[in-house]
């Protein structure tokens, strides 16, 4: 299993940054794709930002030029970047690792999507 945790949250004025990070550990595999998603009260689960393995990256059209999100693969790490934050980016902010993974000596694989336990973002005007 894959273990994915998420820092970096906090509370912060209009205006303000702040960096996210989320390690995934355990086993691995090939990391197909990274993701932030944050999720408000009322409100449904939303993407944020992805970055795909080969490095193509895509965002929310209420982050971008806003949100950077990057990849470490050596410590197996993603961040997120967020500048100009607004009391609108209030949320729960999840990391979402999707993997794949060989499983037997055939070369059977596995796709699996695995999830953070979120990290609060607050801003405040």
């Known amino acids: 299993q894959v273990q994915v945790a998420e820092s970096g949250g906090g509370r912060i004025q209009s205006g303000g940054s702040l960096r996210l990070s989320c390690v995934a550990s355990?086993?691995?595999?090939?990391?197909?794709?990274r993701g932030w998603y944050r999720q408000s009260p009322g409100k449904q689960r939303e993407m944020v930002a992805l970055?795909?393995?080969?490095?193509?990256?895509n965002y929310a059209d209420s982050v971008k030029g806003r949100f950077t999100i990057a990849q470490d693969g050596s410590k197996n790490t993603a961040t997120l970047q967020m500048n100009n934050l607004r009391p609108e980016d209030t949320a729960i902010y999840y990391c979402?690792?999707?993997?794949?993974?060989?499983?037997?000596?055939?070369?059977?694989?596995?796709?699996?999507?695995?999830w953070g336990q979120g990290t609060q973002v607050t801003v405040f005007s």
């Open positions: 979402h690792v999707h993997t794949v993974f060989v499983i037997n000596v055939e070369g059977a694989k596995v796709e699996r999507d695995h």
């Open positions: 970055i795909q393995s080969g490095g193509a990256k």
């Open positions: 355990g086993r691995i595999g090939e990391i197909t794709t």
